[in-house]
DNA sequence: TTCCGACAGTGGGGTCGCAAT
DNA sequence: ATTGCGACCCCACTATCGGAA
């Protein structure tokens, strides 16, 4: 199959807004994609690359050679290419892995060049990632949608699960099994605004579990001597954890798959900031040096297999119980089971007094799902806010072009001007959007480079965030988490805005 | 007919590893 | 030694579609 192919139907499938729509096209071209190319159709329509990651990112695409007139790119030409370029990439010359990305470009349309060139950004845009994928491989295969998305918890890759359904049809994708050593999607949590709702969403009773702020993991052990460790991307992080691989080496079985999360604490058990735990996790040099001096702990949450047996389909309350029986008593999130939203609240008090995230409510009877995020699993977490002046603004992006989106944020320094806390973009309506647009443009002054827009410091903004933490970017030495426009605030003035003291002692 | 669950899009701060400067 | 890039940790929120109620 032609790489044009599948452009062609990225483009209808960008035109589309209606998902059905966007399911019937792709469902169209995986009727008629070979056995060989399936894996690769299916990876670029769904906005990702069978290789995942190629080692190019938008400063390499910035000069790329003129496009061809003719298409005759194959898939699988475009892929092996592509294999070569993340070959190079992981041990050679800059020089030599942009000479193959030339030669990629080089023998593409102008048309295909900017589908690459999204795709290789991980930007494709087209309104369908593995949620319509996996519909559209449903209904090309005949099989039911609820066997596609079983097999994709298992097998953790749609390519690979899609091109199975394409050719074996139902009895392919029944065919999958949990297989210790390889990672399964992990399942996701939704969120709520405090703890009645979330108990709420989940039922009563539901058990409500600590949330530390670290990093997910998914252990594996296989035999005496054998344990994997996966992230959330399903990316092998074994090397970096000794602790979390002694851990379950000590466990009596040796047929587990847990799920957990690891955080560096402090000798009074309290957590460190979040970079300290995210700095161990992803240094691959001095481990156990870096050991001593901070070392991580494990606390598991849930377990999908246990001697053997695969639990993914059990009520969350079994695969409990079997938990526990499989993990020291040291190694388990804390938790509480309850319906009143009384001795809820205080549990999540505690929690926060005890400098955790926050908790996860989870409902007592669903089963291990991947993806579907708010299916059994709610998170809350405290929020603080501020008032905050906006200093300036970027223009936005896709469906944000040619509105002011991006927001830097400023506390107001006692001693005269602003201190820029960092930026954010959420939280803003439509409506919000163009108005602010409009009302910037007003307050437009001073230096622009075409891509940021310099305000006069007259607006208060109420943000929402999750918490202060150390900056090495921003001046004062500190940037907001996950910042997030709750409202304007045209009924106060500048003078009136947070300072950066209060931002200051927020950060302890 | 209205409601609501699931999805995609739009980007945020921080850190490491690696190659080039 | 420093800088820039790519990848990946953590992530919140709104708009939209289409099935459920």
């Given amino acids: 199959m032609l790489l044009i192919d599948v452009v062609r139907v990225s483009e209808a499938v960008t035109r589309t807004s209606a998902r059905l729509g966007k399911i019937g096209h792709l469902a169209e071209l995986l009727g008629r994609v070979g056995p060989d190319e399936a894996e690769i159709a299916i990876s670029y329509l769904s906005g990702e690359l069978p290789q995942r990651q190629v080692g190019v990112g938008w400063r390499t695409l910035e000069d790329i050679p003129q496009p061809k007139l003719a298409a005759t790119a194959t898939l699988t030409a475009v892929d092996e290419l592509l294999s070569r370029i993340k070959a190079v990439s992981g041990q050679g010359s800059q020089a030599a892995r942009k000479a193959l990305v030339a030669e990629l470009f080089a023998g593409l349309t102008s048309q295909e060049q900017q589908f690459m060139r999204r795709l290789l950004h991980g930007e494709l845009r087209q309104g369908a990632l593995d949620g319509v994928m996996i519909e ?46 390889r ?71 040796d047929d587990l798959v847990l799920d957990g999360e690891v955080i560096a604490l402090r000798p009074d058990g309290r957590p460190h900031p979040f970079q300290v735990t995210a700095s161990r996790v992803s240094s691959k040099t001095g481990v156990e040096r870096l050991r001593e001096q901070t070392p991580l702990s494990v606390f598991f949450f849930d377990a999908l297999r246990v001697d053997g047996v695969d639990l993914l389909d059990l009520p969350y309350s079994q695969r409990q119980e079997a938990l526990a029986g499989a993990v020291p008593p040291g190694l388990l999130t804390p938790r509480l089971v309850t319906g ?169």
């Fill in 136 to 181: 559209a491989v449903a209904k090309a295969s005949g099989a039911p949608s609820a066997d596609v998305r079983r097999a994709l918890t298992l097998r953790g890759w749609l390519p690979a699960v899609g091109a199975a359904a394409l050719g074996g049809g139902v009895e392919a994708l029944r065919g999958f099994r949990l297989e210790v050593g």
């Fill in 183 to 253: 990672a399964v999607s992990p399942m996701l949590a939704g969120s709520a605004p405090n703890v009645a709702a979330a108990l709420e969403k989940a039922g009563t009773p539901a058990a409500l579990e600590w949330k530390l702020d670290g990093v997910r993991v998914q252990a594996h052990r296989s035999g005496p001597s054998t344990v994997t460790v996966f992230t959330r991307t399903l990316d092998d992080i074994t090397a970096q954890v000794p602790e979390l691989v002694e851990a379950v080496l000590a466990m009596p079985s």
């Fill in 340 to 508: 009143d939203v009384a001795e809820a609240e205080k549990f999540f008090t505690d929690v926060v007094r005890a400098g955790h995230e926050g908790l996860v409510v989870k409902s007592l009877a669903s089963p291990y799902a991947a993806g579907r995020r708010g299916a059994g699993w709610i998170k809350v977490k405290p929020r603080h806010t501020l008032d905050l002046v906006v200093l300036a603004a970027e223009w936005g992006h896709g469906r944000r072009e040619g509105k002011l989106s991006n927001l830097h944020l400023g506390a107001r320094d006692p001693e005269g001007g602003f201190v820029m806390l960092g930026k954010t973009f959420k939280g803003l309506t439509d409506e919000l959007l163009a108005w602010q647009t409009e009302r910037f443009l007003e307050l437009a002054e001073g230096p622009t480079d075409g891509w940021t827009v310099t305000l006069r410091p007259e607006l208060v903004v109420e943000i929402a965030f999750d918490g202060v933490q150390r900056s090495p970017r921003y001046p004062g030495g500190m940037a907001l988490r996950f910042a997030r426009v709750l409202r304007y605030r045209p009924d106060k003035r500048v003078e009136d805005a947070d300072t950066v003291d209060t931002v200051r002692s927020l950060m302890l």
